[in-house]
């Protein structure tokens, strides 16, 4: 079946730092992928997604994931990190010709002053 | 557009009662996903409806739960008898159409279930 790998249940960056959070898929088929955000409390919210237009995709608050079918990756960065990125993010996989959203273990994300 | 509502948004019952989830998804939305989360398995989908249809409820835990969508604005999720194990976070989510079409998951802000 097919699946995401989040490398890393934690990270940890200083304000101001590069954000890397890493994501593997595993599909013969590039899927339709995604990485969502959750903040304490709440549900989650749509960050970004690929959808084979283009392999470099910018999604909100300044984060960007690139698409490398080589590496089967789709690794989420953000140049510089700000506090209010602290959470719990998800990369997830809708399979070719389905409607399931899979989601990966997710990754928290602490921001240090 | 009031977003995905889903309540309650806690709920502590006993083990061995009945347990009953709901959700509003977006007006216009054709896609429900129900979604459970916990510490230990992370983000499970149970079933997903389109069109008010089941489509796939593969991951249902049990026999124990049963999700039904009457009409196009609500859906349910029951959990009868309800266990200690079933604690979790449970999501509600729409979309319309595929996945993978330009529009994203929309999810609701969860039931946090306790069953002592």
């Known amino acids: 079946a097919q699946s995401v790998t989040q490398l890393g249940s934690h990270v940890s960056v200083s304000e101001g730092a590069l954000v890397l959070l890493r994501c593997n898929y595993s599909?013969?088929?590039?899927?339709?992928l995604f990485w969502y955000v959750q903040y304490p409390n709440q549900g989650l919210q749509l960050l970004l997604k690929y959808t084979s237009a283009a392999t470099l995709v910018k999604g909100i608050n300044g984060f960007e994931a690139e698409f490398k079918k080589s590496e089967t990756s789709f690794h989420l960065t953000k140049p510089s990190a700000h506090m209010s990125d602290a959470a719990e993010y998800f990369c997830?996989?809708?399979?070719?010709?389905?409607?399931?959203?899979?989601f990966g273990t997710g990754t928290r994300l602490q921001v240090f002053p | 557009d009031a977003g995905v509502i889903q309540s309650p948004r806690h709920e502590v019952t006993e083990m061995g009662q009945e347990v009953t989830l709901r959700c509003k998804p977006i007006?216009?939305?054709?896609?429900l996903f129900w979604y459970r989360q916990t510490m230990m398995r992370g983000l499970e989908l149970l079933i997903y409806?389109?069109?008010?249809?089941?489509?796939?409820d593969s991951g249902m835990p049990e026999d124990r739960f049963s999700a039904k969508m009457p009409n196009a604005s609500f859906s349910t999720l029951k959990i009868q008898p309800s266990e200690p194990r079933d604690s979790a976070v449970y999501f509600c989510?729409?979309?319309?159409?595929?996945?993978?079409?330009?529009?994203?998951?929309?999810f609701g802000n969860g039931t946090r279930l306790t069953v002592t």
């Open positions: 007006s216009g939305h054709n896609s």
């Open positions: 997830a996989v809708t399979p070719y010709n389905t409607d399931k959203l899979i």
């Open positions: 989510a729409s979309t319309r159409g595929r996945q993978g079409n330009n529009s994203p998951l929309h």
């Open positions: 409806f389109n069109n008010n249809v089941p489509i796939d």
């Open positions: 599909s013969s088929v590039p899927p339709y």
